[in-house]
Nanobody, 124 residues
């Protein structure tokens, strides 16, 4: 059974940093795309970052330059370093893994496995 478990969320002041981690068990995704999404209250879930099979990341403009995704295939984890956090970054952050895609994928339908989410709250 594949499980994705996020950790590292919490409360931080604007301008601060957090590092989210996603631990994967049940299979490896070292050759697959993995991503992070977030959902703020009253809003739809949105794409935050994707890392492809070679370790390169892609981001939307809203987080580009502030967030960085990385993966540790030996530990079967994917991380999201979030710097210069803003109140509008407040959301539940979800880790996701694709069993079909190796390249960049930024739509929810392309991911097969999801974590339960971790809350990130940025105070002003």
């Amino acid at each position: 059974q594949v499980q994705l478990v996020e950790s590292g969320g919490g409360l931080v002041q604007a301008g601060g940093s957090l590092r989210l981690s996603c631990a994967v068990s049940g299979r490896t995704f070292s050759s697959s795309a993995m991503g992070w999404f977030r959902q703020a209250p009253g809003k739809e879930r949105e794409f935050v970052a994707c890392i492809n099979w070679s370790g390169s990341g892609v981001y939307p403009d809203s987080v580009k330059g502030r967030f960085a995704i990385s993966r540790d295939n030996a530990k079967n984890t994917v991380n999201l370093q979030m710097n210069s956090l803003k109140p509008e970054d407040t959301a539940v952050y979800y880790c996701a893994a694709s069993s079909k895609y190796r390249g960049y994928t930024w739509t929810e339908d392309e991911y097969d496995y999801w974590g339960q989410g971790t809350q990130v709250t940025v105070s002003s």
